[in-house]
């Protein structure tokens, strides 16, 4: 969803990512297990289970943020939060939930067309009135605080619901929502209108119904604000729907692969997402300062329940698809997804199958990754408008000064990056920079990546081959009429976990390769 620019510092500081869901009745679309009470799933022995005191946690939280009376998860400094993954929590913690908390928890779940069945009053207090296409059905009333402000408000949500459709699923070839059966009035997937916007939230999207026979599978409704007024919201009403329904509609997509899926690879598809069908309103750029563009000693995988790496880490996915196509995304997708025929992998597993061999395997495109941050005008379209990855260390070498070595820690799925530069009196082509690396052993994943930084022309990207026990050396330019500087990229890519240890990493799990020890020398010297 679309961040609150000014006046979101107030109750808006819950900023949500909403975007609308919008099923289709195809073929592929597999039908929900039709139930009167939300059903989620049990977890196997081999899963992580929620705690009866995880799932009460949960559930004051949800009833907390949407009865307005705090922020939702990830809120703060005026910007967005995700209720949509605490929902989807709730529903995951609903088989632990009993008697009175069962209840209210269903109804927390339950549609806005429940009523006065809602606790925190988000049920319509007046009958509503929808607007079908072929895909989706919104629906809205026409009195109470909830009514849209115009008839062309309305249609103006449809027709951005169609783009987005049209976007992610027909063009970008991704899984419908699951069909909810006849809910809504209809096999259709429902969006719902709401004024939301007074209790700090964009909109929601909700796990619903399980698919017959498949445990992670669901189906579900989004609820939208019903003006995104300026006031409320601090940006356009067009551009905070349009975000936002690029974003929140790919929570929809998601719950059709595996709604439990980790929440970090949620987080940072729906907002890469955002830059495919709403590329000109640059929302997700306030996420940067978050991201590993920005922050290369943070781990990818993490999600910071009150910050926004999640949603930062959208340019991995960016980088991945200028480099592979934009189908590597959901080629990871498939990979995790829990739908008949797909393998069900944790994320960052799924995402090490995905690139496969594909540049020298995932560890080498991590650290290549890593190593386009330092220099993201460079590597990006839209680049020159980011921040910069910063340097571990710097040093200029001399004739006087022709060696340096350092030292350093790096957890999974992060980097850190040295910068070495020649002085002037290095002037000459014979004058090279040989780099020696001790890194980690092979099993733990260490990659190096080194870019020689020509003052004219193209720059070199090179790999340091390292052997089985983590050595490796390479030799490059150093010539200070020609070079300006060789930054040196160390890379930690282990996705290697002890999964359900209940952290906010990858399958819930431990991280096995954390803290992990590099060193590097730099030496000048003619040849």
């Not at 909109?203 to 498949?214: F, L």
């Not at 000459?428 to 994943?445: D, E, H, M």
């Amino acid at each position: 969803m679309r961040r609150p620019l000014a006046a979101v510092l107030l109750a808006l500081s819950t900023a949500l990512a909403a975007l609308p869901a919008t099923s289709v009745s195809t073929a592929s679309a597999e039908p929900a297990t039709p139930a009167t009470p939300p059903v989620a799933a049990a977890p196997s022995e081999a899963e992580e289970t929620v705690t009866a005191e995880e799932a009460r946690r949960t559930l004051d939280e949800a009833s907390a943020v949407l009865a307005g009376r705090t922020a939702a998860r990830g809120a703060g400094h005026g910007e967005r939060a995700e209720a949509t993954l605490l929902m989807r929590d709730l529903f995951v913690a609903l088989p632990t939930l009993e008697g009175a908390e069962r209840r209210q928890a269903e109804a927390l779940l339950a549609r806005p067309t429940d009523g006065a069945r809602d606790p925190q009053g988000d049920g319509y207090s007046v009958p509503t009135t929808k607007k079908c296409t072929s895909n989706f059905c919104l629906h809205y009333v026409t009195s109470s605080a909830d009514q849209p402000t115009s008839r062309a408000w309305v249609k103006k949500n449809v027709k951005v619901l169609q783009k987005v459709w049209r976007h992610e699923v027909k063009k970008m070839g991704y899984r419908p929502p699951a069909k909810d059966g006849r809910r809504g009035g209809n096999g259709k997937f429902d969006v719902y209108l709401k004024e939301l916007g007074s209790k700090g939230l964009y909109g929601y999207c909700v796990p619903e119904y399980r698919v017959a026979g498949r445990k992670w599978v669901a189906s579900g409704y989004c609820v939208l604000d019903n003006d995104f007024a300026q006031a409320q919201f601090g940006a356009p009403p067009a551009q905070s729907l349009k975000v936002t329904a690029a974003h929140e509609f790919f929570h929809a997509i998601q719950f059709a692969y595996d709604y439990n899926e980790d929440r970090w690879l949620m987080e940072s598809t729906a907002t890469w997402m955002e830059e495919r069908v709403a590329d000109g309103v640059d929302d997700n750029r306030q996420y940067l300062s978050a991201s590993q563009v920005k922050q290369p000693a943070s781990s990818l995988d993490v999600f910071q329940p009150s910050g926004f790496a999640q949603y930062g880490n959208w340019t991995l996915w960016e980088y991945l698809g200028r480099r592979f196509g934009n189908g590597i995304v959901k080629k990871v997708w498939n990979k995790a997804g829990a739908f008949k025929g797909a393998p069900n992998m944790y994320s960052t597993k799924a995402l090490r199958k995905a690139i496969g061999g594909k540049g020298g395997g995932f560890a080498s495109v991590f650290a290549a990754y890593a190593a386009s941050n330092t220099s993201p005008a460079r590597y990006y379209p839209e680049g020159a408008a980011w921040p910069k990855a910063g340097f571990s260390k710097r040093v200029t070498l001399s004739k006087s000064a022709r060696k340096s070595s350092t030292t350093v820690r790096i957890n999974h799925l992060a980097a850190r990056n040295i910068g070495v530069k020649p002085a002037s009196d290095l002037a000459g082509k014979k004058w090279k920079l040989r780099i020696t690396v001790n890194a980690p052993n092979r099993s733990s994943s260490p990659a190096v990546h080194v870019l020689v930084r020509n003052k004219k022309g193209a720059w070199s990207r090179k790999t340091i081959s390292l052997t089985k026990k983590g050595y490796g050396k390479k030799v490059v330019s150093f010539n200070a009429k020609k070079v300006s500087g060789v930054t040196i990229t160390l890379a930690n890519a282990s996705t290697r976990f002890k999964c359900y240890k209940g952290t906010n990493l990858s399958c819930r799990g431990k991280a096995r390769d954390q803290n992990k020890q590099f060193s590097v020398k730099v030496t000048a010297f003619k040849r």
